[in-house]
Nanobody
Framework: QVQLAESGGGLVQPGGSLRLSCAVS????????MGWYRQAPGRQRELVAT???????DYVDSVKGRFTISREYAKNILYLQMNSLKPEDTAVYYCTRGSQYSSGYESEYWGQGTQVTVST
């Protein structure tokens, strides 16, 4: 059974940083692609960042230059480093496991989500 468990969310002031972690059951080396989504109240769910098994990353325009997706094979963990956070980054962030196709990333398994709140 595939399990994804996020952690690292919390309250941070604008301009601050957080690092989200996603513990993955099984070896992440065998996973085609993984990604982070977010959903804010009243807004559509948004794909924030993806990483393929080959290490190719992609980001939504609004986080480029501020967020970095990475993985640690030895610990089977996916990360999302978030810097220069803005109030509009406030959302529940979800770790996903899926596949990268020519048409884009498709998720298959989801974690339970972790809340990120950017506010003074």
């Amino acid at each position: 059974q595939v399990q994804l468990a996020e952690s690292g969310g919390g309250l941070v002031q604008p301009g601050g940083s957080l690092r989200l972690s996603c513990a993955v059951s099984g070896s992440i080396a065998n996973i085609n692609a993984m990604g982070w989504y977010r959903q804010a109240p009243g807004r559509q769910r948004e794909l924030v960042a993806t990483i393929t098994s080959g290490g190719i990353t992609d980001y939504v325009d609004s986080v480029k230059g501020r967020f970095t997706i990475s993985r640690e094979y030895a610990k089977n963990i996916l990360y999302l480093q978030m810097n220069s956070l803005k109030p509009e980054d406030t959302a529940v962030y979800y770790c996903t496991r899926g596949s990268q196709y020519s048409s884009g990333y498709e998720s298959e398994y989801w974690g339970q989500g972790t809340q990120v709140t950017v506010s003074t």
